[in-house]
């Protein structure tokens, strides 16, 4: 079974200029989330997809992200514009649907580098 | 208050010692409690869960977690090089999972 997979692994980009990173959580996991760990920072909450709707948005920084996903199944996080403190490594994680809240499987993450 | 709460380190022990990690949480409606581990450069992977009062043992880990004190531990026995790593407590209650700073560990041969 694939695990969660992230794209790209390494970006470096100008400010200004947009990204869009995209994860492909585990089949049959409802549950997406994304997380930025910053150098030398905890790793922070962004947002929760179950299947297709955003249950919680509540750690994304400002409007300049934007999280989408379509059909419930694959995510897509995009900033634009990129600004240098969006510097650090965007995790994806999914879990399948429980009453218990079940583990979260991680992808690689991609490292996100403004200049 | 932070939602989940560890100290950042760096804890260091020396192989074979038995290595203690803690984590706090504010959420007292936080029903899973999740050890994972991050090695540099890489992505969090899960090494324990525990969801009830008490002691939860696989191999050389042992999960700790007290309710009342909202409170949950990971004892780490004989410990090796191979462990040191950053240990991130994850906290979930509801669909929400909140992560800890992550404790780094080094373990000294």
């Known amino acids: 079974e694939a695990g969660v997979t992230q794209f790209p692994s390494h970006s470096v980009i100008e400010k200004g200029q947009t990204v869009t990173l995209r994860c492909d959580p585990i089949s049959g996991h409802d549950n997406l989330y994304w997380y930025r760990r910053v150098m030398g920072k905890e790793i922070k909450f962004l947002l929760h997809f179950v299947k297709e709707s955003k249950q919680d948005e509540s750690g994304m920084p400002n409007n300049r992200f934007l999280a989408e996903r379509t059909g419930g199944t694959y995510s897509t996080l995009k900033v634009q514009p990129a600004e240098l403190e969006d510097s650090g490594v965007y995790f994806c994680a999914s879990s399948k649907q429980g009453a218990l809240n079940t583990e979260a499987f991680f992808g690689q993450g991609t490292r996100l580098t403004v200049v | 208050q932070k939602e989940v709460e560890q100290n950042s380190g760096p804890l260091s022990v020396p192989e074979g010692a038995i290595a203690s990690l803690n984590c706090t949480y504010s959420?007292?409606?936080?029903?899973?409690f999740f050890w994972y581990r991050q090695y540099s450069g890489k992505s969090p992977e899960l090494i324990m869960f525990i969801y009830s009062n008490g002691d939860k043992e696989d191999g050389r880990f042992t999960a700790q977690l007290n309710k009342a004190s909202q409170y949950v531990s990971l004892l780490i026995r004989d410990s090796q090089p191979s462990d040191s790593a950053t240990y991130l407590c994850a906290v979930s209650g509801g669909f929400k999972t909140i992560f800890g700073a992550g404790t780094r560990l080094f373990v000294k041969a």
């Open positions: 959420d007292r409606g936080s029903q899973s």
